[in-house]
Each structure stands twice: as C-alpha cells, then as structure tokens.
C-alpha cells in the first residue's frame, strides 16, 4: 500500500470506515430463481471494493423474462464502480440499471417465424447480453403445434443513442435464427 501526501495510507477511510471519495450507486439486476444467484450478484461488488448498503429482492415479482429484479445499493468510488458493473456483465449477471446510467429510448419490434423451435429464450438472453439493451416486455402469439409460424412483440429498452445498436443486434440474431424482424414501431403502446 502507497502513502499519499499526508501521510495516510492510500485506502485508508476517513470518517469510521467511509471513503470520502465514494458515492452511492443503485445497480438493478435480473436474477435466474435458483439457489446462489444472490451470492453470486453480491460477489463482484465485494470483490472490487462495494461497501454494501441495502439490497431489495423482489422474489414475488418477476420479469417478463420470468426472473427476479434484484436493487442493490452500495458506496463505491467512481472507479471501482465501473469496475463492478463490468464485472457484474462479466459473469453473465443481467444488469438492468447501473448508477444513474438508464435505458432512455423504448424500442418496440416484432418478429416472427420458428421462434419456439430455434429457442425463443436464447434470442431474449442474447438480445440483452448486449450491454446497451434490455428486454423490458415479450408478448408471444403462438399457435398449437410447430407447424406454423409464431410472433412475438418485444418492447426493449436502450441506452440513449444506442437503439440502432440494439436494433441491429436484433436483426443479426434474426438473421441467424431465420426469423423476420418488423422494427421499430413507432406509436405503439406496450
């Protein structure tokens, strides 16, 4: 450990255990209902140096997705935050929301084709494994059997000044999966 000009270690806290150069962050996660996956969503934080403040779990209430919405609270420097939020990604964690950073635009599209039989779940996980888009919304028209073509309306969320980006990792996954995409419309109501 370094000394800084005064005397003090580098890390040491000021106040009783708070760094004055920290602030608080609000992540919001997605979680898969399975046992770990809450220890598993707190573990980047404390391994890059979050000083946890409060997590709100909300086990009742799930996601489009069918996961859970996870809001954690920490003090991190601004550093050690994007630092957290990457590792988060890193391990495959669903951030929704990170600090103040928000999904800005809506995005609603459609697709349509097989979406079932080439795993509707894998194209939703790989839409939002984009770190610039979330999908906030799926209603799925499916008819019996896998004879036919099923639709699917998502409304995504996006960074600000990234729905182009998120419209176009759409249409790859589209393209490889041989499903049709219909984006975005414009006035449609979620």
């Known amino acids: 450990m370094s000394d800084t000009r005064d005397g003090a270690p580098e890390d040491a806290a000021v106040d009783g255990g708070h760094d004055p150069a920290s602030s608080t962050h609000t992540v919001r996660l997605e979680l898969v209902d399975e046992?770990?996956?809450l220890l598993a969503a707190l573990q980047p934080i404390a391994n890059n140096g979050g000083n946890l403040l409060s997590i709100?779990?909300?086990r009742g209430n799930k996601t489009p997705r069918g996961r859970i919405p996870v809001e954690v609270d920490f003090e991190a420097t601004a550093e050690r935050f994007e630092a957290i939020v990457e590792a988060l990604r890193e391990d495959g964690i669903t951030v929704m929301q990170a600090g103040t950073e928000r999904y800005?635009?809506?995005?609603?599209?459609?697709?349509?084709?097989?979406?079932?039989?080439?795993d509707l779940s894998d194209?939703?996980?790989?839409?939002?494994?984009?770190?610039?888009?979330?999908?906030?919304?799926?209603?799925?028209?499916?008819?019996q059997g896998t004879e036919e073509s099923s639709s699917a309306r998502l409304r995504l969320e996006?960074?600000?000044?990234?729905?182009?980006?998120?419209?176009?990792?759409v249409r790859d996954i589209a393209e490889e999966k041989d499903l049709r995409v219909v984006a975005p419309l414009a006035g449609v109501d979620a």
């Open 123 to 143: 194209t939703l996980s790989r839409i939002e494994a984009s770190a610039s888009t979330s999908v906030a919304d799926v209603s799925l028209a499916a008819p």
């Open 104 to 118: 800005a635009e809506e995005i609603t599209l459609l697709l349509f084709g097989h979406l079932i039989d080439t």
């Open 158 to 169: 996006a960074r600000s000044g990234e729905s182009a980006a998120a419209i176009a990792a």
């Open 56 to 58: 709100y779990h909300e």
């Open 35 to 37: 046992p770990g996956q």
